[in-house]
T-cell receptor, first 114, second 114 residues
Framework: KQEVTQIPAALSVPEGENLVLNCSFTDSAIYNLQWFRQDPGKGLTSLLLIQSSQREQTSGRLNASLDKSSGRSTLYIAASQPGDSATYLCAVQDGSSNTGKLIFGQGTTLQVKP | GAVVSQHPSRVICKSGTSVKIECRSLDFQATTMFWYRQFPKQSLMLMATSNEGSKATYEQGVEKDKFLINHASLTLSTLTVTSAHPEDSSFYIC??????????FGPGTRLTVL
C-alpha cells in the first residue's frame, strides 16, 4: 500500500530565505507526482505536476524534482515571501495507468515571516 | 483556467439529518469527479471516484450507503451524507477532471454535525 510522507510537518523561515520541502513515497511505481498549495480552510491549488518519466518541473520561484527510484521528491522555493505561507501537499498517482486517484502526504505548513 | 465550485461552503446540522453537498465544474465538462475528506491537521483521504452516468467507486472503508454519490451530468456531482453523526464532521473537498491527469479542486465544504 502506497504511503506518502512529508518532512518537516511545519517550517518557519524569515522572508527571502530559500527553502526545501521533502516528500517521500514507499512504492516507486507511480504515474505522476504533484505538489499543491492549500490556504487555511480552502481548497487546493496545483503548483507543479511531474510525470513519472520526468526529473523536474519549474514554475517561477518553484522547482520540484522527482527521484522515482529512491521514492523522493523535493519542492524548492526560492526567495520566500510572506505570501508563500500556506500548507504544501505532495500527492502521488499510483500505478502505471492514469486512474486519477491521488494519495496525499500530510503536508508541510510553511510560515514566512516578514 | 478551470473552475470548480462547491455548495454550501459551510453547513451545520443536527445529528441524524442528511446533508447534500454539490460540486460543479463551471467552465468545463468533467468526465470524472473525486470526493475527499480532510480531518483537522490531517491530509486529504480519497473517499470515492465518480464517472458521469455510472456508479461511484468507493475506497476501502468508506460506507457507500452512508456517503451517497450521484454524478448525473458532466458538470455536477453530489455527495449526500446520510444520517450524519458528529464523527462525520470534516472538511469535504471535491475535484473534477477532464482527463484524470489534472484535477481541479473545489474550495471545500466544512460540515459540522451537532
Amino acid at each position: 500500500k502506497q504511503e506518502v510522507t512529508q518532512i518537516p510537518a511545519a517550517l518557519s523561515v524569515p522572508e527571502g530565505e530559500n527553502l526545501v520541502l521533502n516528500c517521500s513515497f514507499t512504492d516507486s511505481a507511480i504515474y505522476n507526482l504533484q505538489w499543491f498549495r492549500q490556504d487555511p480552510g480552502k481548497g487546493l491549488t496545483s503548483l507543479l505536476l511531474i510525470q513519472s518519466s520526468q526529473r523536474e518541473q519549474t514554475s517561477g520561484r518553484l522547482n520540484a524534482s522527482l527521484d522515482k527510484s529512491s521514492g523522493r521528491s523535493t519542492l524548492y522555493i526560492a526567495a520566500s515571501q510572506p505570501g508563500d505561507s500556506a500548507t504544501y501537499l505532495c500527492a502521488v498517482q499510483d500505478g502505471s495507468s492514469n486512474t486519477g486517484k491521488l494519495i496525499f502526504g500530510q503536508g508541510t505548513t510553511l510560515q514566512v515571516k516578514p | 483556467g478551470a473552475v470548480v465550485s462547491q455548495h454550501p461552503s459551510r453547513v451545520i446540522c443536527k445529528s441524524g439529518t442528511s446533508v447534500k453537498i454539490e460540486c460543479r465544474s463551471l467552465d468545463f465538462q468533467a468526465t470524472t469527479m473525486f470526493w475527499y475528506r480532510q480531518f483537522p491537521k490531517q491530509s486529504l483521504m480519497l473517499m470515492a471516484t465518480s464517472n458521469e452516468g455510472s456508479k461511484a467507486t468507493y475506497e476501502q472503508g468508506v460506507e457507500k450507503d452512508k456517503f451517497l454519490i450521484n454524478h448525473a451530468s458532466l458538470t455536477l456531482s453530489t455527495l449526500t451524507v446520510t444520517s450524519a453523526h458528529p464523527e462525520d464532521s470534516s472538511f469535504y473537498i471535491c475535484s473534477a477532471s477532464k482527463n484524470t491527469d489534472t484535477q481541479y479542486f473545489g474550495p471545500g465544504t466544512r460540515l459540522t454535525v451537532l
